[in-house]
């Protein structure tokens, strides 16, 4: 008898790593106890067709000089804020990956992109998660009625990619990539191989027919993309939403663009017609902020091109317990330890045995080391009882030695400061230096070497 028709492979959740035997912890991406066994068919290497018969137009090789971009064509989704991490529109022929938590806005934000498209382009939008009239239910909620738009609840890659190619539609939209099946591997829906496989078939036929595809993500409980890290490597844009489902607010945020800046960001507010779009982030990140309360301190981040005013609050409180306690919200917690390192080393500040806490306002995450001033101010602030004025703002790297070093962009910060109503800034001296600002900016500016001079401007 000839060899086994099936095989048995085990596969990491994580990474993809396929091998014939199980381990605990997988060899690629080392983490434990994610190899799970599939069954597979076995298929013959050759196909019985000849290389020259299965070549096409776009495996010839061509000069690079040679290829034109003149009919380099976007889609405007009708939402600046999306547009703006995109890049300036959705690109054709482009696969994009929306991942996010349950509950966040997935769904929602493309059906309000089908309520603005729909009006000129064609759009397919598949579903494997809900019925027909459950799409129609929120689309009317949503204020979403237009003829271009075709519903389609189908979980069969193969089915829908042949609809695809009938249908031949401007846009395409798929909700979600878990739920799709190839019915060729025997692994369940949602398996690595099974969303490997199925990304891989909507790619080529978006590819192929040059028509845009946006590709729903779920996450896991560490918050990245279910499934295989090559999913990621697959899509040409990665867009994530955050923010806590409880709370109105939402930020939408790329970490992949072959076509624009990683760095720029979406911001919106969840309301009962839909998203909203917020223009101006940080006026909504200030609002409630408390007047004449230590603790608090408002720092300026740059996201791509875009200067953000954020509140961050700081307390600091006798320990009850044998160790001193310390959580961060929005702040990375290890380069907080190392602030609270430096306070005590350089500045005399113990905290030792003081439980101490950050908090980002708004469910914004801070990553720029220019932040590093405003929480420690704030810190210093909870520690001594010092009120830092409402028209103050801070922003500038912390050095372990205690120094405050330059950060890029000044001038915008300083500026959209200014314009906010703030009257007086705290900032490395390096920057004060050469500082062109417009003629109508009244902001007072203090340059500080250390973090001694920036708590002796406020008084302490």
């Not at 409980?221 to 939403?241: N, S, T």
């Not at 101006?280 to 408390?290: D, E, F, Q, T």
């Not at 091109?305 to 961050?312: D, K």
């Amino acid at each position: 008898m000839a060899g086994s028709k099936f095989k048995s492979l085990y596969v990491c959740s994580q990474c993809g790593y396929e091998t014939a035997k199980w381990y605990g912890k997988c060899p690629s991406c080392g983490e434990w106890n994610t190899l799970t066994e599939e069954v597979r068919e076995t298929v013959s290497r050759s196909s019985g067709v000849p290389v020259q018969a299965r070549r096409t137009a776009s495996s010839v090789p061509v000069p690079i000089n040679e290829i034109s971009t003149e009919d380099e064509q976007r889609y405007y989704t009708g939402s600046r804020e999306l547009d703006r991490v995109l890049g300036g529109g959705i690109v054709k022929g482009s696969l994009v990956l929306l991942g996010g938590d349950p509950g966040i806005g997935k769904s929602t934000i493309l059906l309000q992109i089908c309520g603005h498209l729909g009006k000129v382009l064609k759009i397919l939008y598949i579903s494997g998660e809900e019925s027909k009239r459950q799409i129609k239910l929120r689309a009317s909620r949503l204020g979403v009625n237009c003829g271009n738009l075709l519903v389609m609840t189908e979980t069969d890659v193969e089915i829908v990619a042949e609809q695809i190619r009938s249908e031949n539609p401007d846009l395409v939209m798929i909700d979600s990539i878990q739920t799709m099946n190839f019915k060729e591997l025997s692994s369940s829906p949602g398996s690595v191989t099974q969303v490997r496989e199925c990304t891989n078939i909507l790619m080529r036929t978006s590819k192929s027919l040059d028509i845009p595809c946006l590709v729903v993500g779920h996450v896991n409980k560490d918050g990245a993309i279910a499934g295989p890290k090559v999913l990621e490597h697959i899509v040409d844009a990665v867009l994530y939403f955050e923010g806590d489902k409880q709370m109105s607010y939402r930020i939408l945020r790329a970490v992949k663009n072959r076509y624009g800046s990683t760095n720029e960001i979406g911001v919106f507010q969840m309301g009962d017609s839909g998203l909203s779009e917020v223009e101006n982030p940080s006026l909504m990140l200030l609002s409630g902020r408390p007047k004449n309360v230590s603790g608090t301190c408002v720092a300026c981040t740059m996201e791509g091109t875009r200067p953000i005013l954020a509140e961050i609050q700081g307390l600091v409180t006798n320990s009850g317990y044998g160790n001193a306690r310390r959580m961060s919200t929005g702040f990375d917690y290890n380069r907080m330890s190392m602030l609270l390192a430096v306070l005590e080393k350089r500045c005399g500040y113990y905290f030792s045995s003081m439980d101490a806490y950050i908090n980002v306002i708004g469910g914004l995450r801070l990553d720029e080391p220019a932040v590093d001033l405003a929480v420690a101010l704030s810190l210093v602030s909870s520690l001594k009882d010092l009120v830092v004025p409402e028209d103050v703002l801070a922003f500038g790297e912390v050095g372990l030695t205690g120094e405050i070093r330059s950060v890029n962009h000044a001038a915008m910060r300083v500026s959209e400061a200014a314009r906010l109503g703030f009257r007086r800034c705290i900032l490395p001296c390096h920057n004060v230096r050469g500082l062109m600002l417009p003629e109508d900016c009244e902001m007072e500016l203090v340059g500080v070497r250390t973090i001694r001079d920036a708590v002796c401007a406020l008084g302490g």
